[in-house]
């Protein structure tokens, strides 16, 4: 189990319904391959560990490793690389070229959709 000792937490919006079903899926692989990841939902958890609120927490996947936060693309990355199905994701979408790609990708279309989708059922919710 080389390379992955120390447990990584990933913090999530479990209320995010693409987000849970893809964070399902790791948490499946990661018990099935005794990997030491943790889960912790947005909404269930204590944010100070990852040093963001609930708002910034919802904009983005973040990761705490080795006593870092990654979030976004980064984020994605450092998990891929823990989980041995998901290696290849994190050279493919780290390659020259792709990287930058990618990021863009995340950072300006993907994470601002589904954040966009959060507020809709949040404030769906409050009606």
Do not use: K
């Amino acid at each position: 189990m080389s390379g992955h000792e120390t447990e990584m937490r990933v913090l999530y919006n479990a209320e995010c319904p693409i987000c849970s079903r893809e964070i399902d899926h790791y948490r499946d692989r990661a018990a099935r391959d005794g990997l030491p990841l943790r889960f912790d939902a947005l909404h269930q958890s204590d944010l100070t560990a990852y040093g963001v609120d609930a708002d910034q927490a919802a904009r983005r996947l973040h990761v705490l490793h080795d006593g870092r936060v990654l979030s976004g693309m980064a984020a994605f990355r450092v998990l891929w690389r823990q989980m041995p199905h998901l290696a290849w994701l994190t050279r493919a979408t780290a390659a020259p070229g792709v990287r930058q790609i990618a990021d863009a990708v995340y950072d300006r279309v993907l994470a601002p959709l589904l954040y966009r989708m959060h507020l809709r059922r949040t404030a769906g919710r409050a009606r």
